[in-house]
């Protein structure tokens, strides 16, 4: 029989919900066409045509392709669930109006005031806060340019980071912590601050050079090793893995080695976290002491250098003291260690310096006086 409800049927017993239908004139009477409007599972909507000829339906057109028509049924082809292939198509529907919307002017100025409050919060929270470091520390000693480490020891002004800069090192020190507390719950035994309640500091040379560490660990029959983490790029990683710290990253290699110099510990463990996929390694690192006091060598040079000694190269470029070193930048205030006329004091401690004019020791933040000449002037 050639009406709509018959074969309406043959829809609704696939799951369709019609939404309208009509009967198409063919011109031949044994011929019948049907044009159904179908929303199918999912939500997805369809205009399905079905061909009847003599009494039997020829063809079914416009089915959605998770739909066939096989032994005068139509049924689901695809395996998916569908709740899950529902949840996909709420999803692609949703995705798609928020690109349409992502193009919109209006969106996107809304984004960029996001971005925008971003490095704002960065700036405010983080950026100007620490005062440029006094002293030679030993994450520095791995540069082998003797200004950088003199204008590092005297405390000339590093130049401003970008937002995305400071938040990577922001986020270099939570990892650490993150790191720490994870090796403290397997088991080590990890001290992060001396009885005092800071950092474990350690220092020579009348306290110019200056190392902080992550972290002591202990172990049995009195095993001691300086604990220092660091956190990389997933290229970075490999090449530690591959090559271990002398090779991969000889500045982080100085770093530990001057570190085990001023604690007198004979090993360090060097602990490193991959950013990009959460990857972790480790390495033993053992005191070397040739390398160790070459460091104190050139600690001890910058130290009594009068003036700046820039190597100039291509590293120049990644300087964080460039404009101290090729503009002869300075602090907003210039205090004594900045002076042309003061030379460090590396005896005792409490970085103190000795200045030529008036014969009498001076503390490095001592304000200057009338007479102050900036060590990186550039005259001399
Ligand atoms: S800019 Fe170059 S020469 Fe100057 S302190 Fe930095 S590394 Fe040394
Ligand atoms: S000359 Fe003045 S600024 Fe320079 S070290 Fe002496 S007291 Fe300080």
Redesign the pocket.
Known sequence: MYSIPTHSQLLEDAGFRIIRAVAIPSGDPSLYVFRFSVEARGGIKASVQITVQDDEVKSIEGLPPMYTFTDGKIVLTDTVPAPVKKKAMALQRISSQVSASALDQKFKEAAEVVKKAFDLGTAKLYMGKEKPRRYIGASHIGNDCIAYNSLCARGFPNDIETPRQTRIFQNGHTLEDFVVAQLKAGGLNISEVAEDGKQHEYTALGGHVVCHLDGIITGEKGFKAVLEVKSMNKKRFENFVLQGVALSDPHYYAQVQLCMYLSGMQYAVFVCYCKDNSDFSAEIVPYNKDVAIGLMQRAKEALEARTLKPKKDFYCQFCFKRSACQEAKTNSI???AQ????SAITTGEGKR?L????S?E?QGD????????AFNNGFI
């Open positions: 210039n205090t004594c002076c042309l006329h003061a310096w200045c030529d004019v008036h009498t001076k001592s304000l200057a006086c009338p007479n102050f000449i």
